[in-house]
C-alpha cells in the first residue's frame, strides 16, 4: 500500500481519528491499537494499525460485504477462517439469538478475535483451520494477517467439519461463512457433511489455488448460486436476498 492510500484508507474508514493513528504509528510507532464503532455494531471494534484490518472493516462493515436477508432466523453460524472476527459481530449484531462458531488458525489474529468478541457471549472461538482431515497443519503468511493459508505442516490444529461439529456440539449449521485463502478446495473436496448445511457464503481463491471453483460447485451441485463481488452465496433450499 502506498503512503497516499494508506492515509485515505485511514481518513475514509475513521475520519481524523484514524488519520491522526497512522500518521503517529509512520511517526512513532504508536498506537498499535485503534478502538472503531461502526453503525449498527453494539461494541467498539479493535483493529490493529498498519496491518489489512482496516480493509477488512471497510469490506464487511461499512461496505456490507456479507449482507444478506435469510428467509429464516439462524441459530447455528460457523465463520470459517474468521480472521479477527468482524463477520462473526456482523452476524451476532444480525441474528443476537445465533450461536457462532468463529473458526481462525493464526496466531495474531485469533487474540484479537477472542479479544473482539469478548463482548458476544453468543461468538464462540474456535484456534483451528479446517481442513479436510484432523491433525496439525501449518499457517503461511501470504499477503500481511489477512492472507493467511493453510499447508501441509505443523503447528496448528486441525479439524474436519465432522470433528468441528461434534466437538461443538452442533447436528447442522444454518449458515457457513468460509473464506480460508485456498484451503476451501481441501474442506470441500470429500464434503459428505454438505447435507448438513443450509446457506453457504464462500469467497472462491482459484488465483491462489486452482480448482476451489471446481470442487465447491461439484459439492454444492443444484444449489441456488448468486455472485457479489468476491463472494459467492449457495442455498441449498431457499432464494436468498442479497440487495443491499
Same mark, same amino acid.
Given at each position: 500500500m502506498d503512503i497516499r492510500k494508506g492515509f485515505d484508507t485511514y481518513y475514509h474508514a475513521l475520519g481524523l481519528k484514524g488519520l491522526l493513528a497512522i500518521s503517529s504509528f509512520r511517526l512513532v510507532g504508536r498506537p498499535r491499537v485503534i478502538a472503531a464503532k461502526a453503525a449498527g455494531i453494539r461494541h467498539p471494534l479493535f483493529l490493529r494499525v498498519h496491518t489489512s484490518d482496516l480493509a477488512v472493516y471497510h469490506h464487511i462493515l461499512l461496505e456490507g460485504e456479507y449482507q444478506l436477508t435469510l428467509p429464516f432466523v439462524p441459530k447455528t453460524i460457523v465463520d470459517a477462517g474468521a480472521n479477527i472476527g468482524l463477520t462473526s459481530i456482523y452476524y451476532a449484531n444480525q441474528y443476537p439469538e445465533a450461536r457462532i462458531i468463529a473458526v481462525e488458525p493464526e496466531e495474531s489474529n485469533y487474540r484479537a478475535l477472542v479479544h473482539n468478541a469478548s463482548a458476544y457471549p453468543n461468538i464462540e472461538p474456535v484456534k483451528a483451520a479446517l481442513w479436510n482431515r484432523n491433525g496439525d497443519v501449518a499457517t503461511v503468511d501470504? #499477503? #500481511?494477517?489477512?492472507?493467511?493459508?493453510?499447508?501441509?505442516?505443523?503447528?496448528?490444529?486441525?479439524?474436519?467439519?465432522?470433528?468441528?461439529?461434534?466437538?461443538? #456440539?452442533?447436528?447442522?449449521?444454518?449458515?457457513?461463512?468460509?473464506?480460508?485463502?485456498?484451503?476451501?478446495?481441501?474442506?470441500?473436496?470429500?464434503?459428505?457433511?454438505?447435507?448438513?448445511v443450509r446457506v453457504l457464503v464462500v469467497e472462491l481463491h482459484d488465483r491462489f489455488k486452482p480448482g476451489c471453483r471446481e470442487v465447491v460447485e461439484r459439492a454444492t451441485l443444484g444449489w441456488h448460486r448468486y455472485e457479489r463481488g468476491d463472494l459467492t452465496f449457495l442455498s441449498a433450499t431457499d432464494a436468498l436476498d442479497l440487495a443491499a
Open positions: 501470504v #499477503g #500481511g494477517d489477512w492472507e493467511c493459508q493453510v499447508a501441509e505442516g505443523t503447528g496448528c490444529r486441525a479439524v474436519t467439519m465432522h470433528t468441528l461439529m461434534t466437538e461443538s #456440539g452442533i447436528d447442522s449449521i444454518d449458515l457457513l461463512k468460509v473464506d480460508v485463502e485456498g484451503a476451501e478446495k481441501e474442506i470441500f473436496s470429500e464434503c459428505d457433511w454438505i447435507g448438513r
